[in-house]
């Protein structure tokens, strides 16, 4: 009973409700995407690409219009260069990547310095206001995860095989230049989305922590889409549980506990295939010794 009133406890007030819907809003949009992510290798993009909104939410701030329009421009911007990038130089595409990570974040930096409360609204841009989240947040959050959801849905096909056989997508017509592009569009509203309840740094540990650690326990795409989002899901609510009983910051709270899960999962699967080994290396000295 104890063990109850502790878990329940966190979730008696409205705002904290709203967080917790808000958090698992996220944890869904970021949990459709993140598989991706990890399948294509491209998790140092997604980071770059959660630092390449920042700009666009700092002048939202500074020159009072929607974050959501700022983080949407910001990161069409972003994916521009990029691709001007590739197309007209010989550098690779981390080069790119890495530039575009740095100056996108220092941008942000620099508008949002000129705004009266600069830290203040450089942390709830950065790390989020989970407990702020209004339920004009998450009926926008609502629509990315619709849209997030169609196009997962829409896509399964070409982005299995892109993950797997660029050159098998690429025959069999399937488009994935278009694909990949559909998949940046999913990543940029995933993070659009999430920002609010998460922040736009620490969004990274849903995109990546539950699909990584779901790829270490299923063998399919459809059950690590399903673990993913089971994880997800326990991520952030686990989070906001123990935020309200340690007094620490909720999105910090969410994302550390995703990661951890997944280093968790990571020693336990090795300890569990070391003792396997050892048991098996022991039983035919034992046969011998019969």
Known sequence: MELLNWVMEPFQAGFQIRALLGGLLAALMSSF???????????????????????????????NFSPYLGAALAAFVMVSLLELVHRTTTLKEDTAIGLLFVGMMALGVVIISRADSFQGSLTAILFGDALGVTWSDIGVQLVFVIGVG???????????TLSFSPDKAEALG????????????????AVIGSFQAVGTLLVLGLLIGPAATAALITRTVP???MASLVIGIVSVTVGLILSY???????????????????????????TAALARRQRSAAPAEQGAL
């Open 245 to 271: 009983h340690l007094g620490t910051a909720a999105g910090a709270s969410m994302a550390l506990v995703a990661i951890l899960g997944f280093y968790l999962v990571l020693t336990l699967r090795e300890a």
């Open 150 to 160: 169609m196009l997962s849905l829409m896509l399964y096909r070409p982005l299995m």
């Open 33 to 63: 995407v993140g598989v991706w992510l990890v399948l294509r290798g491209m998790s140092f993009f997604g980071d770059a690409f959660v630092h390449g909104v920042v700009p666009g939410i700092a002048a939202a701030v500074v020159f």
């Open 174 to 189: 399937m488009r994935p230049q278009l694909t990949h592009w559909l998949l940046l569009l999913m990543i940029a509203a």
């Open 223 to 225: 059950r690590m889409i």
